[in-house]
């Protein structure tokens, strides 16, 4: 495991000018704890010095070739058990700043999470909203497709999920989306070919078995606690959700934060995740009206 670089008074004084840290340690205990952060690429999230974290993603290459990269530890591709794959559980905090839209099997890969967290462990992470950046023009995610992926225990890219992902792509700017842009009018980010471009990379993928990096899901704030709360319906979702943060003006991602919470009684739990997203659900809700109020002249 690797130790954090900061100080625990510059870490703070960091994090309260910054907001984007602050939702991505949100409940991380301090000044002393161990947790994981999946693809930190070259930009891992800063941490002090008392918290160790092990880098994980769905190869140990995965980002090889990336100049300055964090050396991954752990390779999983978010089906089968993470606990059994790190040799460790019972940790403090998970952190996954824009890489859970990767991930093929995403509730295979939620629930192997919560699995090696502690009760109270938090999972902080943030997502691409889907209005304010390429994906502008794919539908959202839905229950169905959650499940596929989950039942056929995907742990690499489905053909669709790669179709969808190079072929729907608009070229779109978060900034003149919120300027008043339309991204539906935006051309597709790889041009006329998008389409043939889009069948030879699944062909291609399906046959060498490549793993091929793809947004996979399609988000907006109220989508994702949609399929949540559809999620834990059928017991396929064991967190908690605690916190959202909604898209901020000029921005193109949100924030969510969970927990493994110390109640194991499934009906309990469903009613702890009911009120959860009924809060959060409001708590957007109560955001767009007031962006609403303040757009009109």
Same mark, same amino acid.
């Given at each position: 495991m690797h130790?954090?670089?900061l100080s625990l008074d510059t870490f703070l004084a960091r994090r309260s000018a910054d907001r984007r840290l602050a939702r991505l340690t949100h409940d991380i205990p301090l000044p002393e704890a161990r947790g994981i952060e999946f693809g930190p690429a070259n930009n891992p999230t800063a941490l002090p010095a008392g918290l160790s974290v092990a880098y994980v993603d769905h190869a140990i290459e995965a980002q090889a070739g990336l100049p300055g990269a964090a050396p991954i530890d752990c390779a999983w591709t978010g089906t089968g058990s993470l606990a059994e794959t790190l040799g460790r559980d019972g940790l403090d905090f998970a952190i996954a700043a824009q890489v859970a839209q990767y991930v093929p099997?995403?509730?295979g890969w939620f629930r192997g999470i919560h699995a090696v967290l502690r009760p109270g462990g938090v999972l902080n992470l943030s997502l691409? =909203? !889907?209005r304010f950046m390429f994906d502008a023009g794919r539908n959202v995610s839905d229950i169905a497709e959650l499940i596929e992926a989950d039942?056929?225990?995907y742990t690499r890219p489905s053909p669709r999920q790669i179709i969808a992902h190079t072929y729907q792509a608009r070229a779109v700017e978060p900034g003149k989306v919120w300027a008043g842009e339309d991204p539906?009018?935006?051309? !597709?980010?790889?041009g006329d070919a998008a389409l043939a471009l889009a069948h030879a990379q699944?062909? =291609?993928a399906l046959a060498s078995g490549a793993y091929a990096d793809c947004h996979c899901w399609v988000f907006t704030p109220f989508s994702?606690? =949609?399929?949540? *709360? *559809?999620?834990s319906r059928l017991g396929l979702f064991p967190f908690v959700l605690n916190r959202i943060a909604a898209t901020e003006p000029g921005g193109f991602e949100f924030y969510v934060?969970?927990?493994r919470d110390g109640e194991t009684d499934p009906q309990a739990l469903l009613g702890l995740q009911g009120g959860a997203v009924a809060h959060l659900r409001e708590i957007l809700e109560r955001q767009r009206r007031t962006a609403q109020l303040l757009a009109t002249p």
């Amino acid at each position: 495991m690797h130790s954090g670089s900061l100080s625990l008074d510059t870490f703070l004084a960091r994090r309260s000018a910054d907001r984007r840290l602050a939702r991505l340690t949100h409940d991380i205990p301090l000044p002393e704890a161990r947790g994981i952060e999946f693809g930190p690429a070259n930009n891992p999230t800063a941490l002090p010095a008392g918290l160790s974290v092990a880098y994980v993603d769905h190869a140990i290459e995965a980002q090889a070739g990336l100049p300055g990269a964090a050396p991954i530890d752990c390779a999983w591709t978010g089906t089968g058990s993470l606990a059994e794959t790190l040799g460790r559980d019972g940790l403090d905090f998970a952190i996954a700043a824009q890489v859970a839209q990767y991930v093929p099997n995403l509730l295979g890969w939620f629930r192997g999470i919560h699995a090696v967290l502690r009760p109270g462990g938090v999972l902080n992470l943030s997502l691409p =909203d !889907r209005r304010f950046m390429f994906d502008a023009g794919r539908n959202v995610s839905d229950i169905a497709e959650l499940i596929e992926a989950d039942l056929l225990g995907y742990t690499r890219p489905s053909p669709r999920q790669i179709i969808a992902h190079t072929y729907q792509a608009r070229a779109v700017e978060p900034g003149k989306v919120w300027a008043g842009e339309d991204p539906a009018g935006a051309p !597709r980010l790889c041009g006329d070919a998008a389409l043939a471009l889009a069948h030879a990379q699944a062909r =291609d993928a399906l046959a060498s078995g490549a793993y091929a990096d793809c947004h996979c899901w399609v988000f907006t704030p109220f989508s994702f606690l =949609d399929v949540i *709360e *559809e999620a834990s319906r059928l017991g396929l979702f064991p967190f908690v959700l605690n916190r959202i943060a909604a898209t901020e003006p000029g921005g193109f991602e949100f924030y969510v934060s969970m927990r493994r919470d110390g109640e194991t009684d499934p009906q309990a739990l469903l009613g702890l995740q009911g009120g959860a997203v009924a809060h959060l659900r409001e708590i957007l809700e109560r955001q767009r009206r007031t962006a609403q109020l303040l757009a009109t002249p």
